[in-house]
């Protein structure tokens, strides 16, 4: 493992001052939220799309009738069935009984739609379901690229997901030979399931390209981060007090981690009365069978990405209160976020909070600055947070 690199982090305040007068506040790339000073915050317009309302499934789930009579011979495009519970369909075809002996085809394509509790598309919640399902399968998966915004194959079965819309295509071919054992041809079923899936996901709108199957072992991974062994050394104390939390105590936690499998940990300094707190956790992500550190690091930061701006994390109650900022000057991504919230234990407790994200390479980072509102807004909270953020890019670039 090696130190983290330096020149991650640099000030683009003058910068962002010179664009901002020269394309104005509202076409500028970048702004600033802030004093002025170095705790200013550069806010950069959000660079990720809003998901779309889903019309709904194409017909027969996007599969064509050419495609149904290649793959599933004898079967009619007519005789699919279609299964609708809420936003999940589903559509099959099988071999007629007629034509049962040596040879069974299967062929079954579902669509779903992940919404949060507001009945609004969630993209940080398909995301889950869609990790859920390569866990509860037990194929080895390998990235496919140039279908969706992620797309997984392993043998008759794809994966993937646009948006907060997750489609899986389930093709099946059983063959028995004279001693009638099952025979799987692996090359049949995958090169079957994902035609299958390029001509659903142009039925659902989306541009195919030439798509490439990659796995883990041929994509680069570099150097790997390592993630501090004291997390509660990583920010001074003096940047806490600026913030407006004397810390009175800390508590540590060293098997912390964002994502199962990485190592790291976590501190929470508290103020003299415990109703202000820092929270600091830092996740090193190591190799995957099936992805690369960096890859499953940028995955789980564009899940917590759009959980934060879907206000996944706050109760129903405030979650208009929720001001979502994509950042630039930290790591390799980074978002900020800031709104007020009762707490879980007493609703009537409501706090203002500012929340801070960023990757670089490998390692996650977040950082949360809580206090009650009648003490701290939650713009100030968040400028609080941001200014944590970057003392401890700073003490890690040292480190």
């Known amino acids: 493992m090696k130190a983290w690199p330096r020149a991650r982090v640099r000030g683009l305040l003058i910068f962002a001052i010179v664009v901002g007068t020269l394309l104005g506040a509202g076409a500028g790339s970048f702004l600033l939220w802030g004093s002025g000073d170095d705790s200013a915050v550069p806010l950069m317009r959000d660079p990720l799309?809003?998901?779309?309302?889903?019309?709904?499934?194409?017909?027969?789930?996007?599969?064509?009738?050419?495609?149904?009579?290649?793959?599933?011979?004898?079967?009619?495009?007519?005789?699919?069935?279609?299964?609708e519970t809420a936003r999940f369909?589903?559509?099959?075809?099988?071999?007629?009984?007629?034509?049962?002996?040596?040879?069974?085809?299967?062929?079954?394509?579902?669509?779903?739609?992940?919404?949060?509790?507001?009945?609004?598309?969630?993209?940080?919640?398909?995301?889950?379901?869609?990790?859920?399902?390569?866990?509860?399968?037990?194929?080895?998966?390998?990235?496919?690229?140039?279908?969706?915004?992620?797309?997984?194959?392993?043998?008759?079965?794809?994966?993937?997901?646009?948006?907060?819309?997750?489609?899986?295509?389930e093709y099946e071919v059983r063959l028995w030979d004279q001693e009638l054992k099952l025979i799987d041809d692996e090359h049949v079923l995958t090169d079957g399931a994902l035609k299958v899936a390029a001509g659903v996901a142009r039925a659902l709108g989306l541009e195919v390209g030439k798509l490439s199957v990659v796995t883990a072992a041929n994509q680069s991974t570099g150097d790997l981060?390592?993630?501090?062994?004291?997390?509660?050394?990583?920010?001074?104390?003096?940047?806490?007090?600026?913030?407006?939390?004397?810390?009175?105590?800390?508590?540590?936690?060293?098997?912390?981690?964002?994502?199962?499998?990485?190592?790291?940990?976590?501190?929470?300094?508290?103020?003299?009365?415990?109703?202000?707190?820092?929270?600091?956790?830092?996740?090193?992500?190591?190799?995957?069978?099936?992805?690369?550190?960096?890859?499953?690091?940028?995955?789980?930061y564009l899940m917590e990405y759009h959980r934060a701006r879907e206000g996944a994390m706050i109760l129903d109650e405030h979650r208009g209160s929720l001001r979502f900022h994509a950042l630039r000057g930290l790591g390799d991504e980074a978002f900020a976020c800031a709104y007020v919230d009762g707490r879980r234990s007493d609703r009537s407790k409501v706090e203002a909070y500012g929340v801070v994200w960023f990757r670089v390479h490998n390692l996650l980072v977040r950082v949360e600055h809580r206090a009650p509102t009648g003490e701290l807004t939650e713009e100030s909270a968040l400028t609080a947070a941001y200014k944590i953020a970057k003392d401890l890019a700073g003490s890690l670039e040292t480190a």
């Open 89 to 169: 369909f589903l559509c099959s075809w099988s071999t007629p009984s007629s034509l049962y002996g040596k040879r069974r085809v299967t062929l079954r394509v579902s669509l779903s739609e992940e919404q949060s509790s507001d009945k609004k598309p969630s993209v940080s919640d398909a995301m889950g379901f869609f990790e859920t399902m390569q866990n509860n399968h037990a194929s080895q998966w390998r990235d496919v690229v140039g279908l969706a915004d992620e797309a997984v194959v392993g043998g008759g079965t794809v994966l993937f997901r646009t948006e907060a819309v997750i489609a899986e295509v």
């Open 49 to 83: 799309p809003k998901p779309s309302r889903w019309a709904g499934p194409p017909a027969s789930c996007g599969v064509s009738p050419e495609t149904i009579r290649e793959l599933v011979p004898g079967a009619e495009p007519g005789e699919q069935r279609v299964r």
């Open 225 to 300: 981060l390592s993630a501090p062994e004291d997390i509660c050394a990583t920010v001074s104390e003096d940047v806490l007090v600026s913030t407006g939390v004397t810390p009175a105590a800390s508590m540590p936690l060293t098997r912390f981690a964002y994502v199962e499998g990485a190592a790291g940990g976590s501190c929470t300094w508290y103020d003299t009365d415990y109703t202000r707190s820092v929270h600091v956790a830092v996740s090193a992500v190591p190799d995957g069978a099936s992805a690369t550190a960096e890859r499953k690091a940028a995955r789980h």
